[in-house]
Structures are given as structure tokens and as C-alpha cells.
């Protein structure tokens, strides 16, 4: 009687050899935008939000993947962190894809893909202006279909899933709490913050230090 033979495993990649960001903008940016998404949702367990991470979308065939540079998945765990996305797994797309990209043609590849992955909103940024007017877009999933998110009157555009808009203050991109007009921080302005606190804190220690000495 032959043997039956054993099933072999797919082989799914974690690394697809390409830099996170084109140049250190792109880079710089992609770190940004990840960061502050890490913070808005850092008390949310059934928030998961990912950078250059390869997304699998078709059970047993690793040649169907796409690598967002930042994406948000509302409903799905936040731990354990992931080495990969697998669509089957999950059981949910990405909610938003954030692509800060200075490639045309790969755009509109990943723009059709991610409408039939079911992406409800896409935006897409060009930090150095090369080819995108306005440099910053966003695309909502209407019917199946992206239709362009309208820009508010100060050139902002609204992200329904996340309540924040999203500005272009010079270079980068600026993430505001639609609701509150709380602006997230970048990382060096937390910086800075964070200094100026402990600054006042050693200023309230010294005045309190003098008022006990002078009793």
C-alpha cells in the first residue's frame, strides 16, 4: 500500500526586501503617522495598528500580498503583536491604509487592490510633491468603489473611521481629533513637552523648597 504523502506547509515571508520608506522623508514620515496612531489607540484592545507589514489575502498562495506602510484594523485584537497579516485569519481587512508613496503606477495598482480587499478608506501621500496634486488624497469605499474624500475648508481631509483629520503643516502630515481639534504630537514635539514638564516640576519644587524655608 503506497504511502500517503505528507501535506506540505506554505511558505509566507515576513520580509519582502524592500525598504520601509524610499528615502529618509518617507521613512521619517511613515514612523510618524505610526507612532501617533500607536498612541491614540494605545487603551483600545480591539485596535491594531501596523507599519511595513506584509498582508496575505489568499489562503495558501504566498504571491498574493500586499505591504501597507501604515494601516489601522478596528475589531481585531491588539495582542499578541503580529509577525504577519493573514486576511483569513483575521477575518477583517485593514479599516485604513495610509501609503506615503512617490510612485504612480504602484499607487494605482494598490488602489484597485485595496477596494476589492474591502479598505474603507485610503489615503495616500506625496511628501515631496512629485507627481500627486494636492500631494496629500484620501478615498473613501462607496458601493464597492473609491470615491475622493472632499477637503475641509482648511484643506484637511476627514477620516470617518478614526474622527481625525488629517493636515499638512509644511512637509508632514498633521493627525487632529476631528472632535476636540486635539492635535497629536509628533515625536520631537513630545519631546519638547515632555521637558518643559519636568521643567516646571523642578520650578514648583524649588518654590515649594523657599516657602519652607522661610516658614
Avoid at 504612480?104 to 485595496?114: A, P, Q
Wanted: aromatic share 10%; net charge negative; charged share 35%.
Amino acid at each position: 500500500m503506497a504511502a500517503i504523502p505528507l501535506k506540505q506547509d506554505v511558505f509566507y515571508p515576513e520580509r519582502d526586501g524592500q525598504p520601509m520608506g524610499e528615502t529618509g522623508i518617507h521613512g521619517k514620515e511613515i514612523r510618524e503617522l505610526t507612532m501617533a496612531l500607536e498612541q491614540r489607540y494605545r487603551d483600545a484592545p480591539d485596535v491594531y495598528v501596523g507599519s511595513d507589514m506584509l498582508m496575505y489575502y489568499v489562503q495558501g498562495d504566498p504571491t498574493q500580498c500586499v505591504c501597507p506602510d501604515v494601516f489601522v484594523t478596528f475589531g481585531i485584537p491588539k495582542e499578541p503583536l503580529r509577525r504577519s497579516y493573514f486576511f483569513w485569519k483575521e477575518g477583517v481587512p485593514p479599516t485604513l491604509v495610509i501609503e506615503v508613496t512617490s510612485d504612480r503606477r504602484n499607487d494605482l495598482e494598490k488602489r484597485k487592490l485595496y477596494a476589492q480587499l474591502g479598505v474603507q478608506e485610503y489615503f495616500i501621500d506625496d511628501p515631496l510633491g512629485e507627481y500627486l496634486n494636492p500631494p496629500l488624497q484620501g478615498l473613501r469605499l462607496v458601493r464597492g468603489e473609491y470615491r475622493p474624500i472632499q477637503p475641509e475648508a482648511d484643506g484637511s481631509l476627514l477620516s470617518e473611521v478614526t474622527g481625525l483629520r488629517f493636515r499638512r503643516e509644511g512637509r508632514w502630515i498633521r493627525l487632529i481629533d476631528a472632535e476636540t481639534g486635539e492635535r497629536l504630537l509628533w515625536s520631537g514635539e513630545k519631546d519638547e513637552a515632555l521637558q518643559a514638564a519636568e521643567e516646571e516640576i523642578a520650578r514648583l519644587r524649588r518654590e515649594l523648597e523657599r516657602r519652607e524655608r522661610e516658614g
